[in-house]
């Protein structure tokens, strides 16, 4: 026998806004570089000589933390050790033990090699410097 689900129009609304931001874009102020699985924010700075990537990350060991970079995308992936309380059910959850992954697009090459990443009181640190040949260059004149 089949069970029967009742739908409701708003059980969808996150879903179809989901795909209209993958599809469109985030034109609510988001970054449309970003992809997500999991909800972490991201902010991402930048100067003449480096970026400057910060996520929050909390109840994350360093160990389960995964930093790459290839072809301009940064790539942050997370999992969490299983979080279990001896002798009590889940009433209410709002911290999942699926993995959170986020993808930024950076504009100029970053020098990979010598970049740092520090997880430190739930936030990741990721300092990027612009690879040497992004940064700009004064031309001497003479005459």
């Known amino acids: 026998m089949r069970a029967q689900v009742r739908w409701t129009p708003v059980s969808d609304l996150g879903t179809l806004r989901d795909e209209m931001i993958r599809v469109f874009g985030d034109v609510c102020g988001g970054n449309t570089d970003a ?3 999991g909800a972490t924010p991201v902010d991402v700075f930048e100067n003449e000589r480096e970026y400057l990537v910060r996520a929050a990350l909390p109840g994350f060991e360093p160990a389960n ?10 790539t942050i992936r997370a999992e969490r050790t ?5 002798g009590f059910t889940p009433l ?4 999942s033990p699926d993995p959170i992954e986020r993808t930024i697009n950076l504009e100029k090459l970053a020098d990979f090699e010598k ?6 009181k739930g936030i990741l640190t ?3 410097p612009k690879h040497e040949s992004t940064r700009p260059r004064e031309i001497r004149v003479t005459g």
């Open 82 to 86: 299983e979080d279990k309380v001896e």
């Open 92 to 95: 209410h959850r709002e911290t």
């Open 126 to 128: 990721i300092t990027l």
């Open 115 to 120: 970049s740092t990443a520090k997880l430190e």
């Open 65 to 74: 933390v995964n930093v790459t970079y290839q072809d301009g995308a940064l």
């Open 35 to 37: 992809t997500r699985t």
